[in-house]
């Protein structure tokens, strides 16, 4: 069972800038992309940005301009630097890397909360 690790969230105020990072715990051979989600409470899951082992990537049009991911396939590692934070960013953040054969691993979530 593959696990994902997340670092990085934390409190800043608005306009501020945090760096997610994520990496799994051993080598994921059969990666098709890897990304971010992030949840509210009482709200579903949503998509923040991804990237395809091709180098594909999709950004959630809240975050475009503001917010860039970067991977390391060799390391099996995904960042997410998000600058010019909004209040309405604030969420738990989730790292997520999907396999060829549609499995899905999920990291544990971390917290990023944007207030002054």
């Known amino acids: 069972q593959v696990q994902l690790v997340e670092s990085g969230g934390g409190l800043v105020q608005p306009g501020g800038s945090l760096r997610l990072s994520c990496a799994a715990s051993?080598?994921?051979?059969?990666?098709?992309?890897m990304g971010w989600y992030r949840q509210t409470p009482g709200k579903q899951r949503e998509l923040v940005a991804t990237?395809?082992?091709?180098?594909?990537?999709n950004y959630a049009d809240s975050v475009k301009g503001r917010f860039t991911i970067s991977r390391d396939s060799a390391k099996n590692t995904v960042d997410l630097q998000m600058n010019s934070l909004k209040p309405e960013d604030t969420a738990v953040y989730y790292c997520?890397?999907?396999?060829?054969?549609?499995?899905?691993?999920w990291g544990q979530g971390t917290q990023v909360t944007v207030s002054s």
């Open positions: 997520i890397m999907r396999e060829w054969n549609l499995k899905q691993n």
């Open positions: 990237i395809t082992y091709g180098g594909n990537f």
């Open positions: 051993r080598t994921i051979v059969s990666i098709y992309d």
